[in-house]
Structure formats: structure tokens, C-alpha cells
């Protein structure tokens, strides 16, 4: 049995027919080939499904399509402005925020929350903030790097 659902995912009005044990991360996966967001663990430990729901962050694997009839979703491919890189992206390649890259989508997306909240007064703050988003090959300090280098 399928639903009907309508969201708009980085602007763009999306109306389709899901069943409703569909997660948002394999919505936008699987169904609408947003293939930026990044499935890990698929039960909310490592936040590279990250993306924004109305502006909040949402771990995806967790959160039923369903749940955003009428609301607003942002992917990583949502956040540049046309050629023009979002400043977190910006400061995540400056500041070399990555290594294999896998984790990074969900990252970014959290990076910007956690400025947006004034989560980022300070490194250690950061850090907690970002605590739900793991990083298998350890770039940690250059992520707080980047996080901090655009709250300036
Ligand atoms: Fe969602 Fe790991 S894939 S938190």
C-alpha cells in the first residue's frame, strides 16, 4: 500500500507515492537519485545521512518519508548557491575537513546548524555539537578547524 507524499527537497516540489516504512534517506537515495546523502549505519550512530527538515538537522535513516508532508528538506545538494560553494563547503576544503569524503555530506550539514544555533562559541562546543557525526578516518580537528573559521 503506498502513500502520497509532497515535499519540496532543495526547492525543488516533489510529489510521489511511497510505502509508509520508507525512510527520507532512501526517499532521496533510492526513489530521487539525491545520492549526497550518505547511508552508514541506517540507525542513527554515525550522521552521514544528515540533512535539514524545515532548517533543523535530522539524521534521515530515522526519519519516516511520511513525516515531512508539506515541509521543507535540504540536501548537500541544496546548499551551494548555483556554482557559488556554500562557505562551509569552502571551509571544509581550505581546511582539508575530510579524507575519504564519505562522512563529509553529513558533516557539512551539521556544521551548518550547529553555527545557525550559536552552538560554536567555542572549539569545545564544536565538538560536542558535531559529536553525533562520526569520521572513520579522523578528521576531526580540521572539521572544528573549518567550523570555526566560518563563525568568524
Ligand atoms: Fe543515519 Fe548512520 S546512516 S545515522
Known amino acids: 500500500e503506498t502513500m502520497p507524499l509532497n515535499v519540496t527537497i532543495n526547492g525543488v516540489k516533489q510529489s510521489v507515492r511511497i510505502e ?83 562522512c563529509t555530506p553529513g558533516q557539512i550539514m551539521s556544521a551548518v546548524c550547529c553555527i545557525r544555533e550559536g552552538h560554536a562559541s567555542t572549539p569545545e562546543e564544536v565538538r560536542e555539537y558535531m559529536s553525533g557525526n562520526i569520521c572513520r578516518c579522523g578528521a576531526y580537528s580540521n572539521i572544528v578547524d573549518a567550523i570555526m573559521d566560518v563563525k568568524q
Do not use: W
Not at 29 to 56: F, I, P, S, W
Not at 74 to 85: F, K, P, V
Open 20 to 102: 509508509p516504512r520508507v525512510t527520507l534517506l532512501d526517499l532521496l537515495r533510492e526513489r530521487l537519485h539525491l545520492t549526497g546523502t550518505k547511508k552508514g549505519c541506517d540507525h542513527g550512530q554515525c550522521g552521514a545521512c544528515t540533512v535539514h527538515v524545515d532548517g533543523q538537522r535530522v539524521n534521515s535513516c530515522l526519519t519516516l518519508a511520511l513525516t515531512t508532508e508539506g515541509r521543507q528538506v535540504t540536501t548537500i545538494e541544496g546548499l551551494a548557491d548555483g556554482d557559488n560553494l556554500h562557505p562551509m563547503q569552502e571551509a571544509f576544503l581550505e581546511h582539508d575537513g575530510f579524507q575519504c569524503g564519505y
